[in-house]
């Protein structure tokens, strides 16, 4: 049975998307315009096609001129009860006093003494959020130390996610148009999930993201729930339904790849969770396109060198005899190539198999 998922009324939602791109003295912090078009790209999301926000329902600001500037674009105190209020910003992260985050400002100073003065303090962004009537809060932020706002006390009762953990800076490489965390969101948005739900959760979205950045190479998101937010939908799955197609399959294998990759740099518990993944990608390839067909051979392969890797080359050692005993029965689907790497693969992992003392 498939959990209920929530998904606001969008006339009943507000989010505000901010960002800072430029930097004015006396801030010394380099410029940052990725900014500027992840603001655009989340705002153009949430109520594009897939999105589940009006466009009045979402007000979009770049370079803010100060704290206040972005208390306005809040809903007033005298707004009816919201499903959602949403805030995202994309930014550079500063640390105030006793490690606390802040959000910089285009007149942003980076050092503890001058950075909460001058930039907009988390704790004081949760607090005005916090006088929103809403069901749920949500805070994305898109910054450097943004895991410290974990640590802010009025972030009790909002939902938090956050592109890096509270000592990692967040990247931005050299000729991407935007952040390397508002990036893979949007990828991910825009390529869906064929094995997820019909719309996407945010629990779905961490998940996923949680994989793709760190296998991209930058920090891992870090995430917070509160209550039930983790079951709240925002977007539709643009891959919804095509789990069991060819391209479905494929955009499953891959992800299951980035799973066991990062499982073989050490990441508790990847290893197991691909083994997962990549059998079931491998069961459902048997049942739609056959035992023998050289996409199915391709997944089982790998498969089996993933439980191989989890620790169990005994295991893989068998699933690939049978994968090659069901390339023999079909001689003509099965390319020489093909054959020759599954029959150096068991050789591999029979090896491997073999008890120490017996080797």
Known sequence: MSWSLTVPVASNSAAVVVGTATHVLPSGLPPLPQAALSVSAVADALVGPLGSFTSSGVRRRVDPTGAADVFRLLPGPDTPRLDVLLLYFAGHGLC????????????????????????????????????????????????????????????????????????????????????????????????????????????????????????????????????????????????YGSALTGPGLLARARFADQVRTLGSQGRPGRPDQAVRLLRSVAQDAVRVLGPAHPDTLRYRHVHAAAVGEAGDPATACALLEQALADGAAAPDAVTSSARDALRSSVAYWRARSVPRQER
């Open 96 to 239: 105030g006093k006793e490690s606390r985050l802040c959000l910089a400002l285009p007149g942003s100073v980076d050092d503890e003494n001058s950075a909460e003065r001058t930039s907009l303090p988390v704790a004081a962004l949760f607090q005005a959020m916090r006088q929103v009537r809403a069901e749920h809060r949500i805070a994305v932020l898109d910054c450097c130390f943004a895991g410290r706002a974990l640590d802010a006390a009025d972030a009790a009762d909002i939902h938090v996610l956050a592109a890096a953990g509270r000592t990692r800076r967040a990247l931005t490489p050299e000729g991407h148009l935007r952040t390397g965390f508002t990036t893979a969101l949007i990828d991910l948005l825009d390529q869906g999930v064929p094995d997820g739900p019909e719309h996407l959760d945010l629990a779905t979205l961490y998940r996923r993201l949680a994989v793709t950045l760190p296998s991209a190479g930058f920090p891992a998101p870090l995430q917070r729930t509160y209550g039930s937010s983790g079951d709240l939908a925002l977007f539709r799955n643009k891959a």
